[in-house]
């Protein structure tokens, strides 16, 4: 089973600094089917970047994701007030067929 | 696109219950389309659960689940289901319907609000 390693745990920033958050799997993935969310408390999870880099509809240019085979980073390039939220990867793939990392974090500084 | 769920509550352990998900915005019978739930236990992440396509076709479960749950759709309603039998407390969670993008996308680009479920005594 692929299982996904996100950290930091807690990233603790001030808005308008840059975020950097990591996924490690365990093994090689499929870069094609890496995506990131967005999870605020009460609300619905937020599709932001699908196919490791690419953003979803509506989502602004200030968030952008990369990397391969077994490290993906998930960047805000300038944190807004709004951002301050869970962050969860996810994978798809075989056993289980989708795998959520553990979440990161994003709190204010 | 909206995705509704309904039907949580609280429920003994060994208990029944079937949450309901409406969805509308989109054409919900495609082939296309294959619908998902996923779990937020307290305090813990996300959980994908059970996955059903378009066409019923093809019905996937997590370990954790399979024998004790159902997935089911009925695309006349424009609804999906998950019929939970012998809950435990550690099913306990916020179940999340939400929907497959595209073509085995492998991603979720729609969710619904939730519906929070409590096996207790």
């Known amino acids: 089973d692929i299982v996904l390693t996100q950290s930091p745990g807690t990233l603790s920033l001030s808005p308008g600094e840059r975020a950097t958050l990591s996924c490690r799997a365990s093994q090689n993935i499929d870069s094609n089917y890496l995506a990131w969310y967005q999870h605020r408390p009460g609300q619905a999870p937020r599709l932001l970047i699908h196919?490791?880099?690419t953003r979803a509809s509506d989502i602004p240019d200030r968030f952008s994701g990369g990397g391969s085979g077994t490290d993906f980073t998930l960047s805000i390039s300038t944190v807004e007030p709004e951002d301050f939220a869970l962050y969860y990867c996810?994978?798809?793939?075989?056993?289980?067929?989708?795998?959520f990392g553990q979440g990161t974090k994003l709190e204010i500084k | 696109v909206q995705l509704v769920e309904s039907g949580g509550g609280l429920v003994r352990p060994g208990g029944s219950l079937t949450l309901s998900c409406e969805a509308s915005?989109?054409?919900?019978?495609?082939?296309?389309?294959?619908m998902v739930w996923v779990r937020q236990a307290p305090g813990k992440g996300l959980q994908w659960v059970a996955s059903i396509s378009g066409r019923r076709s093809f019905i996937y479960y997590s370990d954790s689940v399979k024998g004790r749950f159902t997935v089911s759709r009925d695309n006349a309603k424009n609804s999906v289901y998950l019929q939970m039998n012998s809950l435990r407390v550690e099913d306990t969670a916020m179940y999340y319907c939400?929907?497959?993008?595209?073509?085995?996308?492998?991603?979720?680009?729609?969710w619904g609000q939730g519906s929070l479920v409590t096996v207790s005594s």
């Open positions: 996810q994978h798809f793939g075989n056993s289980p067929l989708f795998t």
């Open positions: 939400a929907r497959e993008g595209s073509g085995w996308s492998g991603y979720f680009d729609y």
């Open positions: 915005g989109f054409t919900f019978s495609s082939t296309y389309y294959d």
């Open positions: 196919g490791t880099s």
